[in-house]
């Protein structure tokens, strides 16, 4: 009987476990971005990011660079961005400490959406569960990359191979490794 309940507690908290996900498009190389912008277009993808980033809790991560560059929280979302200013800014909570911030971060769902170096940060500190990359099978000349991570992370999902507006693209997800 104790077996059974030990069993029955484990799967019980692995469902109550919330995740940490990072979800970003990177070229062949890795590149995330080109003087500060992404250098393709792919609705499809940015739907897929969309939908992804609202389900879960609908909890966003994103860098302050990343955010100015988008101009605006994004919608239908709860947006956290990572900033040394203090100044407030309308419909986002800023978070000063990043450490602090993920240490505390238990009880919800939350998607790390961007940059480099919020990505970076997030994967050395291991505290990232899962990624959900799309790799475009093409080289920007980006100067922003995503970190390695395959050491760290295992490969559990695959989409077959997609084409839109001259991209060749495909999903992936990994996880973990424990």
């Known amino acids: 009987?104790?077996?059974?309940?030990?069993?029955?507690?484990?799967?019980?908290?692995?469902?109550?476990?919330?995740?940490?996900r990072l979800i970003a498009a990177t070229d062949r190389k890795s590149g995330l971005a080109k003087q500060g912008f992404q250098p393709w277009n792919i609705p499809d993808d940015e739907k897929y990011f969309n939908d992804h980033t609202k389900s879960h809790?609908?909890?966003?991560?994103?860098?302050?660079i990343t955010f100015k560059t988008i101009g605006r929280p994004l919608v239908e979302r709860q947006n956290y961005v990572l900033t040394r200013d203090k100044t407030p800014v309308e419909g986002v909570e800023l978070v000063h400490d990043l450490e602090s911030f993920l240490k505390d971060y238990k009880d919800r769902d939350?998607?790390?959406?961007?940059?480099?170096?919020v990505f970076?940060?997030?994967i050395g500190a291991d505290k990232a569960d899962e990624l959900y990359i799309t790799h475009i099978e093409a080289d920007f000349g980006c100067n922003q990359f995503f970190p390695e991570f395959v050491e760290k992370f295992k490969l559990v999902d695959e989409s077959e191979l997609h084409e839109?507006?001259?991209?060749?693209?495909?999903y992936a997800v990994y996880k973990k490794n424990k």
Do not use: C, E, P
């Open 1 to 20: 009987m104790r077996v059974v309940t030990d069993l029955l507690m484990t799967t019980h908290q692995l469902m109550l476990k919330k995740m940490i």
């Open 57 to 64: 809790g609908g909890n966003v991560l994103i860098g302050a």
């Open 110 to 117: 939350l998607w790390v959406v961007g940059g480099a170096n």
């Open 120 to 122: 970076s940060q997030v």
């Open 164 to 170: 839109q507006n001259g991209f060749i693209y495909r």
